[in-house]
């Protein structure tokens, strides 16, 4: 298995604040990578500099084998790396069939509108807003919109697919049903990354994770590894002892 | 005592209706949650209690008066403080600027300088990024200054939408802890989780909500033990 | 193609076309010219609308492609005897290769700061032309009456500018449908909806942005060489006359932004309001007070415009309005 | 050109600057807090000029007394125009309240034409001459930029000091959040456009005691305004001062070496390029 | 023959109620076919220019309704042809002035066309008239351009642009030989352009030094920094301006700002009356006039100046500007020409009109028939206007140029 993506010593900087130092993984081929940390570490800073967003102080991104570093993300979209948004931004004023339908026009295939549009159907289906796709983006509930980002970033058929906390805000069944999206997205052959701060999912699905805190890398490995590491239960899991005195307590 | 009192409340967006008659009651110093399905109405429930949302039939009582054609900034003043779903964050405004427009109504602001101290102790983070501009912080960073800010309010009643939404799982934790330390300074505090299991066990009531309807109440621990009710309405 | 068959594009064809066609049945000289004004407007209106409807970006000197291509046409008239039909083609590509440039540098601005600076751009070329010599500086282009001679005499010429200006607007809403059924007109309202996101999913946004502007003005830059043409001079006043240009945008708003027939409905309803209230012995004194008020009603009352009203209230319209 | 010719337009333009500056401070605020384009800007400009006209000619009041029932009125006006014709509409669309305001101007400018004609008038109260060395100038330039200046201070208190000037940045940057915080947004809008309708009227009543003028002269101002409102960056009355006394300056000091008409040509061009290079203002923060 | 035409000025003093040709007739006739001929125009009843149009409107109504009152033009056929307006407002700009002047010719069937005030919509119009065959009398339009753009049907009243300010100069010559020095300073708009194009030619042909040649914007109502310039250039003599507005506020300023001139001459605004607002500002500042009250011309046609002045200020309660003078000639132009023709046809009036050569009160009136410049006003002459103070130490106006027509002598050096 080859590397999608290699990450070479990340940095970058606002102002006074660092929020990466010198990150550093590769991630092989159809895997599905955890990212987690606590709030602030940097973690969708880490997508934004990935995906174009931002360009990094110092350190190279190289995707398929080739260096990105500094690229724009709609040049990254054409060349297959998709993302999701940690705070959803639908297209609100379009249909989600529209919203869908722009994901596979201008993601790695380039496709022509009216095979775009049965792209975006298939994918609408997939991920279970068939539906809804008349309905305009902004009247969807958060769990919706979710699926919609999703399927937005599906549809572009991309290699690479980033998701920032896909999860959150979700009840445990639709956990439940995202969870089983994903799986099927990485059978399908695409690789993933996924920041997310609901544990029972990341520990479940993850092939690997990584920790982060403070913009550094503090902790990496097997879900088993890094949920027994004292520096990642110290800095972002929290002493069960505290949860179970929480719940027993009056 | 009930100091809030939401009786047979319908209401929506447009011509859609969401809530189809929902109801709760809070007790005074409890603290009581509100759970349901993504999309059963929960937001649009606070929303239309907050004043944000008319009401289109029911009834809003806060300590026993009518309350519903009350606008939002004249309930917030009386103490009814909502942390919304989706932040709304003064994003070009420092952080300390945030809490200190948390601070607005007339019993917060003598004691401002405390519950400034109060929450930099519950937050540490939030005194490290003190004068960053509320828009650049981390999503996680936000909802502690949401939830931050509206502690600063000296709130009666204190409505949180999603408590633990992008939060860290040991803040998660930590949060909850303080959410029972906050009961004891004498604020009701109704919470809408999506954490379930969490937000029922620190609960002492609960509701739940079913595509706008208030399908069942109880005692936490009633609710938790009856095994319907947790495949049912909890997934769980 | 079945989008051919949509009845909204038929319907707003059919409109513009009962609307020009009056006038040349009963060779009406009245007719025309109050046509004219309106076509002039919904051509106007309707490209502005691929900036401001479909692309969001808010031009307030719009106009600016109007004037220079209207400039150009009068000077290559008035210097080297080109004919109408020249003049005309070389305004729209002017104000094409002007919107190219510029689109470049000012469409990295957004919101109020594009709009701004669209601004500083009219009054700037305003004010250059004003000193310009070769234009004649702030005494114009003149033609003389000699060139409507070409045309079979001034008649003729006028009717002649009536035909063009009834074939562009035909064209303007057929380009506005097809862009608006395309990919790039989809590119156009992601963009619209959220730039930034725009972008993430892959919408080549300067490009986009920038081939949005110059179709937004080529158009105006040709309906510009037809009305100082009919005119028979053009001064920097007139030509860069920003309250136009404002009024453009409130004809688009008014008809509803981002659809077909909006900016058409919009500059009918608004052109023909001012019309009725010009002529209108009751109004004619207080005519502007009056059509602000009505103005201030219909925004007060339908702010989403004519075509947005009628789409949130009937959303089975939704497929048929486009 | 000699010394004295460029201190006499340095002057000039400072005097002239510091008025531009008040005119556009209430747009910059309107603009700031609602992100409402008050296209009727210049008409309420032109509105001030005529309440000193009017109060001076018939009443016989001192312009300078007159000034201050002027802004009274200003402020009250802001409010209505905004209960009728902004409130409805400040949450719909974008541009919604672009259209509401220029229907405002349209009433205005049209009820102004019938009312005044497009006569120009002239307020006839002279405070006389000061010369220093080699500058002359009139008084009333002088007590325009004073005033100027002292309303720019007092609305730099108010904004930044005050706690209804807090509520008022909360409200413009989200409105509703502060509606949650218990500031009651839609009186603080109210009473913003309210205070930026005054501050345009004050400008206008300055103007007036030492400019003709006509119903349609708010226009010109109303350009610069906008000009102004990016140079100092939007929001930003401090700002805008300094984008007035930049445009004052620019004014006079073009003239000096271009011909006159060439300098909106480059007033302008400055300006776009400003736009491009620094977006937030010559003194707004940098994103 | 003229005599039995009843002029219009001898119907005012008579009871108006009265119909003149009826009681005028010794041997009651049938009364004779009334027709009425419609006059089209567009007034800026709204916008800049508000002001001007509207005068111009005032006095081309005084004049139909003289018309009217008389009983009618009599024409050869024994009708008697009267008249009714049109108009609609342009909103000073020109966007609309083609489709109102449309409109006024096919639908509204006007007769004959008067022009827009100001030389831009002026011209828009023109091409409309041309093109319906109207024939179209212009007032208030000066710019020679128009005229030489090869209309058949369109006659000037005005004294063309650039005639205006070269009697100035002239003036100038004969009060102080030794002045050399000029600034010219104008408008930059198309009239004061066409003014001081003309100017300019002049006056180096004379041997004049130009120290100063610029244009100001449209609108301009701060000349600070114009006026720090005019200082350094230290000009003998100051001339040009542009319209109202501008024009009084350069002379307020330049009186403000105490700058040393001998002569100052500016277009348009001295002859109105509101300039004596002006104040002290106003004593001693030059201008040309198409007409003024004072001018005492002996008119073969038409009503007497005096006779004007007070049928004009009856009407309207304020005195005539030469803006209202240039509406109630347009119509007394038209007049003159249905009268020679004895018909409402276009050719015969273009006959009349081209072989029209007349003095009325405003001055004498003839125009242009070659090719080049079909329709230029020829006839008339600018007089020349200073504000003086009379013995109550008023402002008054008086004629100080040319010589013949001069009221008093002019004041000078101004200061
Ligand atoms: N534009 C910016 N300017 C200044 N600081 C920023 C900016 N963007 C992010 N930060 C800071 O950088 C740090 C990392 O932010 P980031 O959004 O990457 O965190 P995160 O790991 O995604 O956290 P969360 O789990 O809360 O979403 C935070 O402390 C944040 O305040
Ligand atoms: N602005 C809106 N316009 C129209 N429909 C809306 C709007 N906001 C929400 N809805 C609809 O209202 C319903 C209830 O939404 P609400 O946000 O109240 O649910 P919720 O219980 O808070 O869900 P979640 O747990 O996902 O936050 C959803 O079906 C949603 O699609
Ligand atoms: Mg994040
Ligand atoms: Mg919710």
Redesign the pocket.
């Known amino acids: 298995m080859s590397a999608i993506l290699n990450v070479e010593g990340i940095t970058k900087r ?2 006074g ?1 660092q ?1 990466l130092t010198k990150v550093t993984f590769d991630l092989p081929e159809g895997q599905i990578l955890g990212l987690i ?10 997508f ?1 500099v990935i995906n174009g967003i931002y360009s990094p102080e110092e350190g190279r991104v190289h995707f398929r084998g080739k260096d990105i570093t500094g690229h724009k993300p709609y040049h990254l979209s054409r060349m297959g790396l998709a993302r999701t948004h ?1 705070i959803v931004r639908p297209l609100n004023g379009l249909t989600v069939r529209e919203n869908v339908t722009a994901g596979a026009c201008f993601g790695r295939e380039n496709q022509k509108l009216g095979r775009a549009v049965q792209i975006a159907d298939e994918v609408l289906e997939f991920i279970g807003l068939a539906e809804r796709a008349e309905q305009l983006a902004s009247s969807l509930n958060v769990a919706q919109k979710k699926r919609l980002e999703m399927a937005r970033a599906l549809a572009s058929r991309p290699y690479l697919l980033l998701l ?2 896909v999860l959150a805000g979700l009840n445990s069944s639709e956990i439940d049903g995202m969870i089983a999206i994903v799986r099927k997205i990485r059978d399908q052959g695409v690789t993933i990354i996924m ?1 997310e ?1 609901v544990m029972k999912a990341v520990m479940n699905i993850s092939d690997r994770i990584i920790v ?1 805190d403070y ?1 550094q890398q503090i902790a990496e490995g097997t879900p088993q590894q890094v949920a027994a590491d004292t520096r990642v239960i110290e800095a972002y899991l929290g002493d069960p002892k505290l949860a179970e005195r929480l719940m027993k307590e009056e | 005592m009930a100091i809030l009192e939401i009786r047979d409340v319908t209401s929506g967006y447009g011509e859609v209706q969401i809530l189809w008659g929902a109801g709760l009651t809070l007790e005074e110093n409890k603290l009581t949650c509100l759970v349901g399905a993504n999309g059963a109405g929960k937001t649009t429930l606070l929303r239309t209690v907050m004043g944000l949302l008319r009401p289109w039939s029911g009834s809003i009582l806060f300590e026993g008066k009518d309350f519903s054609r009350v606008p939002a900034h004249t309930k917030a003043e009386m103490g009814l403080v909502l942390v919304p779903e989706g932040r709304q964050l003064f994003t070009d405004m420092t952080v300390v600027e945030n809490l200190e427009m948390g601070a607005t109504n007339r019993r917060s602001r003598p004691k401002f300088k405390d519950n400034l101290e109060r929450v930099f102790e519950m937050f540490p983070r939030m005194k490290e ?1 003190a004068n ?2 509320a828009g ?8 502690m200054l949401a939830v931050a800010r509206g502690i600063m309010a000296e709130p009666r009643v204190l409505m949180i939408d999603e408590l633990s939404l ?3 799982p040991l803040l998660v934790l930590q949060l909850f802890d303080s959410l029972k330390q906050l009961k004891k300074t004498g604020i009701t505090i109704l919470l809408v989780e999506q954490n379930v299991q969490m937000a029922l066990a620190v609960s002492d009531y609960g509701y739940v909500l079913s595509q706008g309807r208030s399908e069942l109440e109880g005692p936490t621990r009633q609710l938790m033990d009856n095994q319907h009710v947790r495949t049912a309405y909890l997934g769980l | 193609m079945k989008n051919w068959l949509n009845p909204g594009l038929w319907f707003t064809l059919l409109l513009i076309a009962l609307l020009g066609i009056w006038p040349i049945l009963g060779q009406n000289a009245a007719a025309r010219e109050v046509i004219f004004t309106v076509l002039l407007s919904v051509v106007f209106a309707s490209s502005l609308n691929i900036l401001l409807g479909y692309t969001g970006y808010v031009s307030f000197g719009h106009i600016v492609f109007y004037g220079l291509g209207g400039y150009i046409g009068m000077f290559l008239i008035e210097r080297y005897n080109v004919s109408l039909w020249i003049a005309t083609l070389a305004g729209g590509a002017a104000a094409a290769l002007l919107a190219f440039l510029l689109g470049k540098a000012i469409l990295r601005l957004r919101g109020a700061y594009f709009a701004l600076a669209t601004i500083g751009i009219n009054e700037a070329m305003r004010a250059f032309v004003n000193n310009f010599a070769p234009f004649g500086g702030p005494t114009g282009i003149e033609l003389k009456f000699q060139v409507y001679k070409a045309y079979g005499g001034a008649a003729q010429a006028l009717w002649l500018t009536y035909y063009t200006i009834f074939a562009l607007a035909i064209l303007v809403v057929l380009v506005s449908f097809f862009i608006k059924q395309s990919k790039f007109g989809l590119s156009l309202m992601a963009i619209r909806e959220d730039e930034d996101t725009a972008e993430v999913m892959g919408v080549v946004t300067p490009n986009a942005k920038t081939w949005a502007y110059v179709l937004s003005a080529i158009l105006p830059g040709m309906v510009g060489v037809l009305f100082f043409f009919k005119n028979g001079n053009v001064e920097p006043g007139d030509a860069f006359r920003l309250h136009f240009s404002i009024e453009n945008l409130v004809m688009v708003m008014l008809g509803g932004q981002g659809t077909v027939l909006g900016p058409v409905l919009g500059a009918v309803g608004y052109q023909r309001l001012r019309g009725f209230l010009l002529t209108n012995p009751v109004f004619k004194n207080i005519q502007l007070s009056v059509a602000g008020a009505l103005l201030l009603l219909i925004v007060l009352f339908i702010p989403a415009g004519a075509v947005g009203w009628l789409r949130n209230r009937l959303p089975r319209l939704r497929k048929v309005l486009p | 050109m000699g010394n004295s010719g460029l201190i006499t337009s340095l002057v000039d333009g400072v005097l002239i600057g510091v008025i531009y500056g008040l005119a556009a401070m209430g747009m910059t605020l309107i603009w700031g807090v609602m992100s409402v384009i008050n296209l009727a800007h210049g008409s309420v400009i032109a509105l001030g000029m005529f309440g000193i006209y009017l109060l001076f000619t018939s009443l016989g009041l001192n312009p300078y007394l007159a000034l201050i029932l002027v802004a009274i009125l200003g402020l009250l006006l802001g409010v209505i125009i905004y209960s009728i014709a902004i409130h409805r509409v400040v949450n719909a669309s974008h541009l919604s309240t672009l259209l509401a305001t220029f229907s405002v101007n349209m009433i205005v400018i049209g009820l102004g034409t019938a009312i005044f004609s497009t006569s120009p008038r002239n307020v006839n109260y002279s405070l006389g001459n000061l010369t220093l060395g080699p500058v002359t100038l009139l008084n009333a330039r002088l007590v325009a930029a004073l005033a100027a200046v002292l309303v720019t201070s007092a609305l730099y208190l108010f904004l930044y000091r005050t706690r209804l000037g807090k509520y008022v940045r909360a409200v413009a940057n989200n409105r509703a959040a502060a509606e949650l915080m218990g500031i009651p947004s839609a009186q603080i809008l109210a009473l913003s456009f309210g205070l930026g309708t005054m501050l345009a009227a004050i400008a206008g009543g300055l103007i007036a005691t030492f400019f003709p003028f006509t119903i349609l002269s708010g226009g010109v101002y109303e350009l610069k305004s906008f000009v102004i409102v990016v140079l100092g960056g939007l929001g930003n009355p401090l700002g805008a001062l300094a984008g007035g006394l930049i445009l004052g300056m620019l004014e006079s000091i073009i003239p000096i070496f271009l011909p006159n008409t060439w300098v909106p040509v480059l007033e302008f061009l400055l300006f776009v390029l400003i736009l491009l290079v620094r977006p937030s203002g010559l003194f707004g923060v940098k994103k | 023959t003229p005599a039995a035409t009843p002029t219009p000025t001898a119907v005012v003093t008579e009871a108006p109620t009265e119909a003149p040709v009826a009681t005028e007739a010794p041997t009651q006739p049938p009364p004779p076919v009334e027709k009425t001929a419609v006059i089209g125009f567009t007034a800026s009843l709204t916008g800049k220019l508000n002001v001007e149009s509207t005068r111009q409107n005032d006095g081309l109504k005084l004049w139909m309704d003289q018309v009217n009152a008389a009983g009618g033009i009599p024409l050869a056929d024994g009708s008697v042809v009267k008249f009714e307006s049109k108009f609609y407002d342009d909103e000073s700009n020109k966007d609309r002035v083609q489709e109102l002047y449309t409109k006024l010719a096919t639908e509204d069937k006007a007769d004959f066309l008067i022009s827009p005030y100001s030389s831009g919509l002026a011209d828009a119009a023109a091409v409309i008239a041309e093109q319906y065959g109207k024939v179209m009398i212009t007032t208030g339009a000066a710019s020679d351009a128009t005229y030489k753009k090869g209309y058949a049907l369109v006659y000037q009243s005005y004294t063309p642009a650039s005639h205006y300010l070269t009697g100035a100069l002239d003036q100038l010559a004969s009060l102080d030989p030794n002045i050399k020095k000029i600034a010219i300073v104008y408008e930059n708009e198309k009239f004061s352009v066409s003014v001081v194009e003309a100017l300019k030619a002049y006056a180096e042909g004379k041997g004049y030094e130009i120290v100063l040649y610029e244009g100001y914007d449209t609108g301009t109502t701060d000349f600070g920094p114009l006026l720090n310039k005019i200082a350094e250039a230290q000009p003998e003599s100051i001339m040009g301006g542009g319209h109202f507005q501008d024009g009084s506020t350069f002379a307020k300023q330049l009186f403000d700002k105490q700058v040393a001139v001998k002569y100052l001459a500016l277009l348009v605004a001295p002859p109105e009356p509101s300039f004596a607002e002006l104040g002290d500002a106003a004593l001693g500042v030059i201008g040309p006039s198409q007409w003024e009250p004072l001018a005492a011309f002996t008119p073969d046609f038409g009503p007497t100046g005096v006779e004007l002045v007070d049928a004009y200020t009856a009407a309207f309660g304020e005195d005539p500007s030469y803006h209202s003078a240039g509406g109630y000639v347009a119509g007394l132009i038209l007049q003159k020409a249905i009268e020679t023709a004895g018909s409402l046809d276009t050719a015969a009036i273009k006959a009349a009109l081209d072989g029209m050569d007349m003095m009325t009160f405003y001055g004498r009136i003839k125009f242009d028939t070659s090719a080049e410049a079909h329709g230029l006003q020829i006839g008339h002459d600018m007089v020349y206007i200073q504000w003086q103070k009379d013995a109550a130490g008023a402002l008054v106006k008086q004629v100080v140029w040319p010589t013949a027509g001069a009221t008093a002598p002019a004041l000078f050096p101004l200061r």
């Open positions: 606002f102002g604040l929020a940390g606590p709030n602030g570490a940097g973690k969708t800073t880490l934004n940690q920032d906390e920041i701060h982060l913009g | 990024r960053q501009k650049t912080l981390s999503g996680g960073e936000q909802q992008g939060l860290a």
